[in-house]
């Protein structure tokens, strides 16, 4: 069987400032296509600073300065020539708090691919929309209420729908700010099987506060130590046998 995994994303030596203060101090990490990498450690090591750059979310915050290189399939995504609204398309973002739009829940998904041009036509659009609400695991729920806000759905379903406009834009790379840390149990185990089938079409990048949810749903994962990756091994190594002595201590909830 042919083991050889695409390399999605490559970061080079990346540094983010706010003002004064260096949040990320040279991140060097390739994250695979069609892989859940979790991002742990303890809180303010630099985690969101370091998932936001993969999207240029950080280029929302005045003080934030980044450094270094970063590619998506061999592209620089700072390129002069990068439409950063574009790059978040294809690389879509999900929040620690669900924020649907207030708007129904057809227009949260359809949203998306009418700014982008994606549907040529209504039948397009609803194909898309339908599409994008299976694939995120609530059509059932909500096929009888598209009409209906997306603020009206429960905590759970509202971040389903927030990974559906996600989706709805045909991304290549899906990143998640601890998904799950608004929700109550049942829902997290439903986000958590949703990430499982995510992968098979996107890259994965997931920032967990919870061992047992990195344990569960990645398969790489990267510990982040004072703005710094200290440790980036397949799930399994991390959590059973690390190299590096913090990475141990956290993992084992001596610090963090
Ligand atoms: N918008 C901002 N303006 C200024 N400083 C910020 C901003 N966002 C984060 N920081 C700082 O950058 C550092 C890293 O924060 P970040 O939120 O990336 O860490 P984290 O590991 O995701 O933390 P947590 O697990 O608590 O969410 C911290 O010192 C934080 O105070």
């Known amino acids: 069987m042919d083991q050889t995994t695409d390399i999605k994303i490559v970061s080079r030596d990346v540094h983010v400032y706010y003002g004064e203060n260096e949040a990320i101090k040279g991140v060097s990490l390739e994250i695979e296509d069609n892989t859940v990498t979790a991002f742990i450690g303890p809180s303010g090591c ?19 300065r980044v450094t270094g290189d970063i590619e998506l399939d061999g592209h620089d995504i700072y390129a002069r020539e990068i439409d950063p609204v574009q790059l978040r398309a294809r690389v879509g973002m999900v929040f620690q708090k669900p924020n649907p739009f207030p708007k129904s829940i057809y227009d949260n998904v359809a949203y998306g691919p009418r700014i982008h041009g994606l549907a040529d036509s209504k039948a397009d659009l609803d194909a898309i929309v339908e599409h994008s609400l299976r694939r995120a695991a609530i059509w059932d729920e909500v096929k009888d209420r598209l009409d209906a806000p997306g603020t009206g759905l429960s905590g759970g379903q509202q971040q389903r729908l927030c990974i559906a406009r996600a989706i709805a834009t045909a991304p290549e790379v899906l990143l998640m700010d601890e998904p799950c840390s608004a929700l109550d149990p049942i829902a997290t185990a439903q986000v958590e099987e949703l990430i499982h089938e995510l992968r098979e079409n996107y890259a994965v990048v997931i920032v967990t506060h919870s061992m047992q949810q990195a344990a569960r749903v990645s398969q790489k994962t990267a510990f982040f130590h004072l703005g710094l990756v200290l440790e980036y091994d397949e799930t399994g190594k991390i959590f ?3 190299d590096h002595e913090k990475t141990q201590q956290y993992i084992t909830g001596r610090f963090g």
């Open 46 to 64: 630099g985690k969101s600073t370091f998932l936001r750059c993969l999207n240029r979310m950080n280029d929302t915050i005045d003080v934030c």
């Open 240 to 242: 059973t046998n690390p």
